[in-house]
Each structure stands twice: as structure tokens, then as C-alpha cells.
């Protein structure tokens, strides 16, 4: 018994890390974008950049609501559930930053 709840406090550590992590991201996400915008140019390659940081820092934020609600359940199976389609959220966001940074410095600069 006292593994799973040292599984458990673990569990709930990482979702903690996850949760601070993708808020972290998304607003760094809207920074980007703003500082884009702002530069005014008016690529292909921007607008596609744009778009994608647009997308990516609602899935940060949907992530950081997700790891929320799978620490504030009371329904195991539920918190697990949660957790992982945050995960796979918060992985999609990521690919999508890098992604984003990559068509920044390949077309921008």
C-alpha cells in the first residue's frame, strides 16, 4: 500500500511540473506571436508561423486545464484519463513550438 501512494504523490509531482510548465508555454506562445505581429512583415512564412503559435498556445492552455482537473478529481481513473490526453496534448503543443521555430529561422532570418 505504501507504494502506490508513493506512485500516487509522484504522479501528482509531474503533473504539478506539467501544469506550471504548459502555462509557462503558453504565454511565452502569445509572447512570440505579439513580437511577430509587431515586426509587421507580411511572408507567407510569418503568417504561417502566426498561425501555428496561435494554435500551439491553445493547446498549451487546454493542457494546463487538463493537468488541473486531473489533480482536482477525486476519480482515479478519471485523474489518469486526463493526465494522459494532456500529455499527448502537451507533446502536439511542443512539436508545434519547435516546428514554429524552425520556420522562423529558416524563412525569417
Not at 501544469?19 to 515586426?39: D, E, H, N, P, V
Not at 493537468?67 to 502536439?92: C, H, Q, W, Y
Amino acid at each position: 500500500m505504501k507504494g502506490v501512494a508513493m506512485q500516487r504523490k509522484w504522479d501528482r509531482h509531474e503533473i504539478l511540473q506539467l501544469l506550471t510548465l504548459s502555462a509557462t508555454l503558453a504565454g511565452l506562445s502569445i509572447t512570440a506571436l505579439t513580437i511577430f505581429k509587431k515586426q509587421g512583415a507580411d511572408r507567407i512564412a510569418v503568417t504561417i508561423a502566426d498561425d501555428i503559435l496561435a494554435a500551439v498556445s491553445l493547446f498549451f492552455l487546454l493542457a494546463t486545464y487538463l493537468f488541473f482537473f486531473s489533480l482536482r478529481t477525486r476519480n482515479p481513473s478519471l485523474a489518469t484519463k486526463l493526465e494522459l490526453i494532456g500529455d499527448v496534448i502537451f507533446l502536439v503543443a511542443l512539436t508545434g513550438m519547435v516546428a514554429t521555430g524552425f520556420i522562423i529561422l529558416y524563412t525569417v532570418w
